[in-house]
């Protein structure tokens, strides 16, 4: 069955550093999202993605954000200066439409720890 | 405003018997809701939607959920739970724009 995989599992990083994470969604998906989990909070919406372009982000999604498809099989998170609320579970997810009953697969996470 | 709430932080249910994990939801228009579970150390895995059509909805693991629009309810349900079933339950709601919009998530125990 086809997945969602993400690496790494878990990235350490100091305060003020670059984090890279990354994300293989389903082959023949062309919907693509990133959310967010603070230990003890819900799963936040993040950012959509969709033919090369952000299609919708979130508050949180600031100028520290950024997205990227470098190829046809990865899709990237960067946070440029990791600050200490950065911490959290970050989920990927695809999806093959666009469509509101289009179910969405998620991967397994990245736990991102900033110090 | 769309918005899901799972009212219940944990339910313990002892094995066997049935299990019920709430989810109420406030959205305009027709509600596209999703069920996910989360073991640990895994990503969120589908359990089940509600898209339109019968109000009880099959799904995986041998859940199912029913839809009430009068209580904008979409509870999820299991006749006999197993231990296997301990995990974090999130009820989420597709906005209009296409983001998952997730309740607070359940912590369902079942105990042998």
Same mark, same amino acid.
């Given at each position: 069955?086809?997945?969602?995989?993400?690496?790494?599992?878990?990235?350490?990083?100091?305060?003020?550093?670059?984090?890279?994470?990354?994300?293989?969604?389903?082959? +023949?998906?062309?919907?693509?999202?990133?959310?967010?989990?603070?230990?003890?909070?819900?799963?936040?919406?993040?950012?959509?993605?969709? +033919? +090369?372009?952000?299609?919708?982000?979130?508050?949180?999604?600031?100028?520290? &954000?950024?997205?990227?498809?470098?190829?046809?099989? +990865? &899709?990237?998170?960067?946070?440029?200066?990791?600050?200490?609320?950065?911490?959290?579970?970050?989920?990927?997810?695809?999806?093959?439409?666009?469509?509101?009953?289009?179910?969405?697969? &998620?991967?397994?996470?990245?736990?991102?720890?900033?110090? | 405003?769309?918005?899901?709430?799972?009212?219940?932080? $944990?339910?313990?249910? /002892?094995?066997?018997?049935?299990?019920?994990?709430?989810?109420? @939801?406030?959205?305009?228009?027709?509600?596209?809701?999703?069920? @996910?579970?989360? @073991?640990?150390?895994?990503?969120?895995?589908?359990?089940? =939607? @509600?898209?339109?059509?019968?109000?009880?909805?099959?799904?995986?693991?041998?859940?199912?959920?029913?839809?009430?629009?009068?209580?904008?309810?979409?509870?999820? =349900?299991?006749?006999? /739970?197993?231990?296997?079933?301990?995990?974090?339950?999130?009820? /989420?709601?597709?906005?209009?724009?296409?983001?998952?919009?997730?309740? $607070?998530?359940?912590?369902? $125990?079942? =105990?042998?």
């Amino acid at each position: 069955e086809p997945e969602v995989t993400q690496t790494p599992s878990h990235q350490v990083t100091q305060m003020g550093q670059e984090v890279i994470l990354r994300c293989v969604p389903i082959s +023949n998906h062309l919907y693509f999202y990133w959310y967010r989990q603070i230990l003890g909070q819900k799963v936040e919406f993040l950012v959509s993605f969709y +033919n +090369n372009e952000i299609s919708e982000k979130s508050e949180i999604f600031d100028d520290q &954000f950024s997205v990227e498809r470098p190829d046809g099989s +990865n &899709f990237t998170l960067k946070i440029r200066s990791t600050k200490l609320e950065d911490s959290a579970m970050y989920f990927c997810a695809s999806s093959g439409t666009s469509d509101r009953t289009d179910t969405q697969y &998620f991967g397994p996470g990245t736990r991102l720890t900033v110090l | 405003a769309q918005s899901v709430a799972q009212p219940e932080d $944990q339910v313990n249910v /002892a094995e066997g018997n049935p299990l019920t994990v709430k989810c109420t @939801y406030s959205v305009s228009g027709n509600p596209y809701l999703f069920w @996910y579970v989360q @073991y640990p150390n895994r990503g969120l895995q589908f359990l089940l =939607k @509600y898209i339109t059509g019968d109000n009880l909805v099959k799904g995986s693991y041998g859940f199912e959920a029913e839809f009430n629009k009068s209580q904008t309810s979409f509870h999820l =349900k299991k006749p006999s /739970a197993l231990v296997s079933d301990s995990a974090l339950y999130f009820c /989420a709601v597709r906005a209009y724009t296409g983001k998952l919009i997730f309740g $607070q998530g359940t912590t369902l $125990q079942v =105990k042998p």
